[in-house]
């Protein structure tokens, strides 16, 4: 009973390629973010939608596009991978937008060669 | 810039010893403080966390102090456990901003 899911969990890939990355939370949250953590471990929020409607959207390249099918959906598309975009990116959700408690998937693992 | 910041980066204490991790921020409109775990390859899960308008909160073996005017928090483990080596992030929330600390890295030597 996997609450929040990441597919792929391993992604290795070359300069130039294009990618996405699925999440899917089982919880009936409202509200869904995706986060990079780097080699240093530091996390950082990208994006945040609060059903299907994007609410936070920091400074990411544009390359980087979040779409929400569903309220339980969340996918990250990434376009022209880049070897800065080499980390871990996790999935999360929150009952609602005012919510604090996150949930967090289990990660995905890109690597850009 | 960082909006919370963390320490120390890393950390090692002996089974049964007391682990500390400090935080400070600079928001006073920040008003929802978490502690995070993260173990090796997994994603971080909620730990504890404390609203500002108590100073202290204790759940098991893990207590947050807070001190508002000061602008700081630390997450007190008491009798460290080797279970407890991780990775641990604090947070800072208001609204649909969240920010995390930089992570301590906790080791517990048996």
């Known amino acids: 009973d996997t609450a929040v899911s990441q597919t792929p969990k391993y992604l290795v890939t070359q300069m130039g390629n294009d990618k996405s990355i699925k999440c899917e939370q089982n919880l009936g949250h409202d509200t869904m973010y995706w986060y990079k953590q780097d080699s240093k471990k530091f996390l950082k929020i990208m994006f945040s939608y609060n059903n299907k409607e994007l609410i936070i959207n920091e400074t990411v390249p544009n390359r980087f596009s979040p779409k929400s099918p569903d309220k339980a959906h969340l996918n990250l598309h990434i376009n022209s991978l880049e070897l800065g975009d080499s980390a871990v990116y996790f999935c999360?959700?929150?009952?609602?937008?005012?919510?604090?408690?996150?949930?967090f998937g289990p990660g995905t693992r890109l690597t850009v060669t | 810039q960082q909006q919370v910041k963390q320490s120390p980066q890393s950390l090692i204490v002996q089974k049964g010893g007391i682990s500390i991790i400090n935080c400070a921020y600079e928001?006073?409109?920040?008003?929802?403080f978490p502690w995070y775990q993260q173990f090796p390859g997994k994603g971080p899960a909620l730990l504890i966390a404390?609203?500002?308008?108590?100073s202290e909160k204790k759940e098991g073996r893990f207590t947050i102090s807070f001190n508002k005017s000061a602008k700081q928090f630390s997450l007190h483990i008491m009798d460290s456990q080797p279970g407890d080596s991780a990775t641990y992030f604090c947070a800072a929330s208001m609204g649909n901003q969240f920010y995390f600390g930089t992570g301590t890295s906790l080791t517990v030597i048996p």
């Open positions: 404390i609203r500002p308008d108590v």
């Open positions: 928001n006073t409109a920040f008003d929802y």
């Open positions: 999360a959700s929150s009952q609602n937008r005012g919510a604090y408690e996150q949930y």
